[in-house]
């Protein structure tokens, strides 16, 4: 993977751009035109965004907001080109706001430096950022152009990934910019409590009202690499009902919702 050669400022690897709910977070059921950028650098255990990894030849583009009548173009994709798409899904005013989403989208930096500002004038609408939060130099530099952060603090136990000191870099960082934040963390069986403990502290330490949503990872059709179907099982209703009240110790939000694109059959 060669992550370097793979950005800059002009063009972008993608995977896909299509309008769609929001199944995670603060957003949940709104509409959104979906970004979803090429390559991650990191490998959690329960992700079901695999695909991402690898730069593709190909991208494919919804002609139609919604009407999933995808048509393929090469990569990587001229700036000018994205923002004609998105002019495009955007032409019936239905849409809330733009998710960048992945794989990691931070990666792309100095692209976003040089199109969130065009497409924000472009379509009027928000951005709303989805990130590992692990990346908080590349998040400096587009954080002007930003209106809402998803980021994941990772917990070891369940995703295999350990982030804490990038995390709360990332999480000050949005608090400091007077961006809405909130903290996703993916739960499972397997959660261990010192890590769940160690996640709300740090994100209390930054600030007691970010909320802080709790998602049972979502079962995978099929394992990742070596990853087992044992890692990916959900927590059962007594686990969330007791990590909910544990995480109350540090912040006043705490919700606990699953990935509700997925119960709608959305992508
Ligand atoms: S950060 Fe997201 S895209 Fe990257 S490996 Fe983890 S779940 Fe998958």
Redesign the pocket.
Known sequence: MNIKNSTNEHSAHLIEVFSAIQGEGLNVGTRQIFIRFAL?????H?????H??KTPKVCRIEHNPGLRDFETYSNPVPLERLLKWVEQQNAPFIHDSISLT???PLIHAPFLIQFLPQVRTLTKLPIYLE??GHLPRQLSQVIPYLDLVGM?V?LPSV?G?NHWHEHITFLQLCYQSNLDVFVKI?VSENTELADLRKAGELVGTVSTDIPVFLQPVTPLDTPTGSITQATIIPPTPDQVLGWQTLMKEFVKQVRVVPQTHKMLNQL
């Not at 991650?40 to 959690?44: E, V």
């Not at 329960?46 to 695999?50: L, T, V």
Request: with cysteine.
């Open positions: 991650c650098d990191l490998r959690c329960f992700c079901d965004s695999a991402t990894w992945g794989g990691e990130t590992g994941d990772k995703s990934e993916i």
